[in-house]
């Protein structure tokens, strides 16, 4: 595994990868997520082609960086809707993945998003925060905020969760 940077700033040690299943038997899900900010996983593939990254978590929170670029622009000029949209279905589903137990898993069943202002490759740096509003045994409820680095509001979103045994992920 090599070393990549997904942003100005922000490296991942590791490369890129995925979470393995078996350590899913082993750690909660907010101990998952806090081993991918250790830098202990590799980055998911996503981050590098979208240019974020997870950068914090605690329990039903979750904290992503990004760099909105010219690789993500709409015929327009402007960054395309499904860049803040991804990046807040990452903050949405990884604050639900932190309330998980050992041994589940997730999987975004809805979500909806508002873009209230655009988005250039001019933005800069942005964050996006998500938390858990409601966390039933099956079914988990957030919201996130996407904003620039003045604090202005970009997108907003919420998503509904499926939580069920990880033994129910196809296998790798």
Same mark, same amino acid.
């Given at each position: 595994?090599?070393? &990549?940077e997904?942003f $100005? #700033?922000h490296?991942? *040690?590791?490369g890129?990868?995925t &979470?393995p299943?078996? =350590?899913?038997?082993?750690?909660?899900g907010?101990e998952?997520l806090? %081993?991918?900010?250790?830098?202990l996983? $590799? +980055?998911?593939?996503i981050?590098e082609r979208?240019n974020?990254?997870?950068?914090?978590?605690?329990?039903? %929170?979750?904290v !992503?960086? #990004?760099?909105p670029?010219?690789r993500?622009?709409? $015929?327009?000029?402007?960054?395309?809707?499904?860049?803040?949209?991804?990046i807040? =279905?990452? +903050?949405?589903?990884?604050?639900v993945?932190t @309330?998980?137990?050992?041994?589940e898993?997730?999987?975004?069943? /809805?979500?909806?998003?508002?873009?209230? *202002? $655009? &988005?250039?490759?001019?933005?800069?740096?942005v964050?996006? /925060? #998500?938390?858990?509003v409601h966390k #039933? %045994?099956?079914?988990a409820v957030?919201?996130a *905020?996407?904003?620039d /680095?003045a604090g202005k509001?970009?997108?907003?979103g @919420? /998503?509904?969760?499926s &939580? !069920?045994?990880v033994g129910?992920? +196809?296998?790798r």
């Open positions: 595994m090599s070393e &990549i997904l $100005p #700033g490296v991942s *040690r590791l890129l990868g &979470i299943h078996e =350590d899913v038997m082993r750690y909660t907010l998952l806090q %081993r991918v900010v250790d830098g996983y $590799p +980055a998911p593939s981050a979208m974020f990254a997870l950068v914090e978590v605690g329990a039903g %929170r979750a !992503f960086k #990004g760099l670029s010219e993500h622009l709409n $015929p327009l000029g402007g960054v395309h809707g499904g860049w803040a949209a991804t807040l =279905d990452s +903050a949405l589903g990884c604050c993945h @309330t998980l137990d050992k041994g898993a997730y999987t975004t069943a /809805e979500f909806k998003v508002n873009l209230t *202002r $655009p &988005i250039t490759p001019k933005t800069g740096i964050v996006c /925060e #998500g938390t858990v #039933g %045994r099956t079914l957030s919201e *905020r996407l904003l /680095e509001l970009l997108a907003f @919420t /998503e509904t969760c &939580i !069920f045994p129910n992920l +196809a296998p």
